[in-house]
């Protein structure tokens, strides 16, 4: 059975959160879909129901834009993964009393992003993990990630990550920035126009680091993590441009915690399988579905919004996802007349964020060096635990394509799915055999796009199986 | 790890216990495994199948790194999965596997 | 076309899948300089998405005797290639549950016993006992000791590899759009790659295209009846080790085998109906592999599905392949149509290739295998 829906949007934060709302409020019939157990993504991250108190700036604004959705009737399925989906716009799902395939008119991909990673020697220790890992832990936990913690990354998020770890009382031992801001950013500050929140909350950050005498060091990175079963400290260095380390510039750092933020990769699977032509950009993640000024993919009726379908800021989502939702609605018969001109009446805030969208990129996209961290003992693929040396051995044994190092090594053929190593390995296959990352190619995601439980695909409960014919 | 609800800003959720590998550790509902398990102070809780430490690392349920097995199931991502009282979480690997 | 790139070949072999990269290892090895042109790269089709099954039993009479010979290469073969193609002989289930089944299954082993192939029926207590992690809904089975499995991904990319250490051409990446012939005589294959199209100049075509043969060979006038077919797969996370045969049951239409990882691969052992080349993997067929290995296997029903893939058979009207010269034009030998069956037969098919071009007739009658066969 395949139950019909009118529009569904899939992901609950800020992109697919104003999708469904202005869908809403141009009166169709909403359903909204998140993994998660509450709305609002990584950016409105609430703290998990059991724990009251006094909300963030962000978590309130995050509940205030979920009521409004509330208010409008979109019906939200939490914990509730999309796990296939075909070109007849078909979701398969797996969550608590949610139907198993939905056929819906347009889908609005609100999906997000996922962290980039670097694979430095050290990096697979207890104690390395991402600035997201963090962040969701103090936003949703009231936890934090250990006691004496480095940040190393790129991007205004690790200040505001900084200041929000400092607040809650950890010892931060320094923030690296990989990006030598003050050398290429001048020419950007156009950009910064109109953008006072968020030069706000920078400034703010950056006097609360200041206050705590933490180190900020620009054009900084990590080089490895050492220690005994977990992390206990890390050698940093100078990078140059293309953010390699400067030898003889590494220094040591004694921490307990390494909080990883290189930027984001668009969770672009499901847009691909519902047979959106993509593009390659890496300075907005990675593969990132090609889209009009309505939102909309090349297919018909499938729209992508936010970070998802290019790494781009909350602010960025809100809007495109506010028109997504118009042009979503307007097209199964909704306000048909009027979202044209509502969709116009957005092109200066949409055209504000995208600049700050391609400032964001220019400045804070890592450079080459950042793949080339690893030595041979080096792991690159974290669940099947292979190292470079034997991606190494697969290309000299005549492998040249990411296919092949798959193969041959099982590197991104784990839990996973390749989503952790699929670029580091592209990175490496392109600098040992002299392609360009383009060239080389991701591994191409295929259903389900999270390891499911089968009963869950067979939508059969364990104790119906026992029949003896199909 | 350090809890930070501790600050009168927070109150926690009601106290629960869970079971891992054999060992009472108090939590409280809210939490997730992840979460409960570094409020105690454990950071390493998963072994790979060459013996290497994990423990938390995407956080936000993509990278598998955190798994453990929950009251008899196997590849649970302790870093989704909220704690309930009584839960029984085994950080071993689910099979000894041999090549 | 551009004339600057011409090359010369005394053999072109069309096709990286097992039995082309199998055809380039053993004429490699007797010396013979071949070209092999693959358009995408090694086993990157059906050769590499299968189920992975080596299997002798439960075979069309007319090719029991090379699926043997088969085996016995794929021992050899284990023994020297690399990478490990993790061929192991953990052998072969084939399920029942009516008693109809039991009796076909019965009958077709007294044939195979007569062949030389030994086999064993086992009722019900007799597969409890041998295979408890079965669920308990089978009457009985056929087993074969000798049947196994191997890493699909691994075999062809390790035959050609090796063909390329011992002087073989292999060019991945290029394809094959026309064969030329002179009187009846072939003279050159044209190719494209991505510097454009050139020449080879050869005598002898193996043309080993699985189902894209039938698109190639008309540019000779040659009509290859082979429909191509979806395959789907589907692979759990690991798990404990369970089981080392290779599984199936027609009734439930799925089989399973647990890979040297731990991981278990589910797929369909009935052909989807259908003529396409599409490789999305339905969700609807998903779903069936689900149930499918949940009912097959209670301790699946615990488990995640991890990846799905889908692969092109190629089958031909009576389901057997086409290995065979054609009649009218010389230099030209098609070893296609393998209909599900390419990957345990891709050994012995290349190898007999190889001796009918070194020395002028393979060891092993081919005679079942004709194209003319369809013709009549």
């Not at chain 1, 059991?50 to 509330?70: C, F, I, K, M, N």
């Not at chain 1, 100078?238 to 390699?244: A, G, I, P, S």
């Not at chain 2, 409020?39 to 349920?61: D, E, K, N, S, V």
Request: aromatic share 6%; charged share 20%.
């Amino acid at each position: 059975m395949i139950e019909p829906v009118e529009i569904v949007v899939v992901g609950a934060g800020p992109g697919g959160l104003s999708a469904a709302l202005a869908a809403a409020h141009a009166g169709a019939q909403v359903t909204l879909i998140d993994s998660n157990r509450q709305p609002g993504g990584q950016y409105f991250r609430q703290p998990a129901n059991e724990l009251h108190g006094e909300p963030s700036r962000h978590q309130r604004e995050g509940q205030a834009l979920w009521q409004q959705v509330q208010s409008a009737g979109v019906r939200f399925w939490a914990e509730t993964t999309v796990w296939g989906a075909t070109t007849e716009k078909i979701l398969s799902l797996n969550g608590k009393d949610v139907p198993g395939t939905i056929q819906a008119q347009a889908i609005v991909l609100a999906t997000g992003t996922f962290e980039r990673t670097s694979a430095f020697p050290g990096w697979t220790l207890p104690g390395v993990m991402t600035a997201g890992a963090a962040q969701t832990l103090l936003k949703e936990q009231r936890i934090l990630p250990g006691k004496k913690i480095l940040l190393v990354g790129t991007g205004p998020l690790q200040l505001v990550l900084a200041a929000e770890l400092v607040r809650a009382g950890a010892q931060v031992v320094a923030v690296l920035e990989g990006a030598p801001i003050f050398r290429n950013g001048a020419r950007h500050l156009s950009a910064l126009w109109r953008q006072w929140e968020r030069i706000a909350e920078g400034a703010n950050s950056w006097l609360t680091l200041a206050s705590h005498r933490i180190p900020y060091r620009m054009g900084w990175g990590i080089v490895s993590a050492s220690g005994n079963q977990q992390v206990e400290r890390a050698t940093i260095a100078r990078l140059d441009d293309t953010w390699r380390p400067v030898a003889g510039s590494e220094e040591q750092i004694a921490c307990d915690t390494i909080l990883l933020g290189y930027g984001f990769i668009p969770f672009h699977a499901l847009a691909q399988w519902l047979g959106a032509i993509m593009t390659w950009q890496p300075e907005l993640g990675g593969d990132i579905p090609v889209r009009d000024s309505n939102m909309q993919t090349s297919v018909p009726g499938i729209y992508a919004v936010g970070d998802g379908a290019g790494v781009g800021g909350a602010a960025l989502a809100l809007v495109e996802g506010e028109i997504a939702g118009i042009a979503a609605a307007a097209q199964t018969g909704h306000q048909t007349g009027r979202a044209a001109q509502r969709i116009r009446s957005l092109a200066p805030a949409l055209a504000r964020e995208q600049q700050f969208q391609k400032m964001y990129a220019a400045l804070f996209t890592p450079g080459a060096g950042l793949y080339a961290l690893g030595n041979n003992e080096t792991i690159l693929c974290r669940c099947e635990e292979i190292t470079l040396a034997q991606v190494r051995r697969a290309i000299a044994l005549g492998a040249t394509t990411i296919k092949e190092i798959k193969s041959i090594t099982r590197v991104g053929m784990g839990d996973c799915q390749g989503r952790m190593c699929s670029h580091l390995i592209a990175n490496v296959i392109a600098r040992e055999t002299g392609q360009s990352v383009n060239q080389v190619g991701m591994l191409r995601p295929r259903p389900p796009l999270f390891p499911t439980p089968i009963t869950a695909i067979a939508r059969t409960p364990s104790e119906q199986m026992e029949v003896a014919h199909p | 790890m350090s809890r930070i609800e501790d600050s009168s800003r927070f109150r926690r959720g009601q106290p629960v216990t869970i079971v891992v590998d054999g060992e009472r550790v108090p939590a409280y509902r809210g939490k997730t495994i992840a979460g409960a398990l570094l409020a105690t102070g454990h950071r390493a809780w998963r072994r790979t199948r060459h013996g290497q430490p994990r423990g938390l690392f995407c956080g936000i349920g993509v990278c598998f790194d955190c798994t453990v097995t929950v009251n008899g199931t196997t590849n649970v991502r302790a870093c989704l999965t909220p704690i309930a009282d009584g839960m029984i979480v085994e950080t071993g690997i689910p099979m000894e596997h041999q090549p | 076309m551009n004339a600057s790139r011409k090359m010369n070949a005394p053999v072109v072999i069309i096709g990286g899948g097992i039995v082309g990269c199998a055809a380039a290892y053993y004429l490699s090895k007797s010396g013979v300089q071949v070209t092999l042109l693959e358009r995408s790269v090694l086993g990157d089709e059906a050769s590499g998405r299968n189920g992975g099954g080596v299997r002798q039993q439960c075979r069309d009479r007319r090719e029991r005797g090379l699926a043997m010979a088969s085996v016995r290469l794929w021992q050899e073969l284990q023994a020297t290639l690399e990478p490990d193609i993790e061929y192991r002989q953990g052998g072969n289930i084939r399920l029942a549950t009516d008693e109809k089944r039991l009796s076909d299954l019965r009958c077709q082993s007294e044939e195979e016993l007569q062949d030389g192939l030994p086999v064993e029926m086992w009722d019900q207590s007799e597969l409890r006992r041998r295979a408890p992690y079965l669920a308990e809904i089978f009457l009985g089975a056929k087993y074969c000791a000798s049947d196994g499995m191997a890493n699909p991904l691994l075999v062809s990319r390790a035959l050609g590899w090796a063909a390329q250490r011992s002087g073989a051409r292999i060019l991945t990446h290029t394809e094959a759009f026309q064969i030329e012939i002179q009187g009846r005589q072939v003279t050159s294959v044209l190719a494209k790659d991505a510097q454009g199209e050139f020449v080879i100049e050869t005598p002898q075509v193996i043309h080993a295209g699985g189902p894209w043969t039938p698109h190639l060979s008309q540019t000779l006038g040659v009509v290859v009846p082979i429909v191509p077919a979806r395959s789907s797969l589907a692979i759990t996370q690991r798990m404990p080790r369970l089981f080392d045969e290779f599984v199936s049951s027609h009734d439930l239409g799925v089989y399973a085998r647990q890979a040297r990882e731990g991981q278990i691969h589910i797929g369909r052992s009935v052909s989807e109906p259908g003529e396409t080349f599409d490789q999305t993997t339905p969700l609807p067929t998903i779903e069936k592999l689900a149930r499918g290995a949940a009912q097959m296997i209670p301790a699946l029903r615990g488990s995640n599905f991890l990846r799905t893939w889908t692969g092109t058979l190629e089958n031909t009207p009576d389901g057997i392949a086409i290995i065979s010269a054609v009649d009218g034009i010389a230099g030209y030998l098609i070893a296609a149509g393998f209909s599900g069956h390419g990957f345990c037969l891709g050994p012995i098919a290349g190898k007999l290739l190889s001796e009918w071009l070194v020395e002028g007739e393979p060891s092993m009658s081919l005679r079942e295998f004709r194209l003319a066969r369809f013709q009549k």
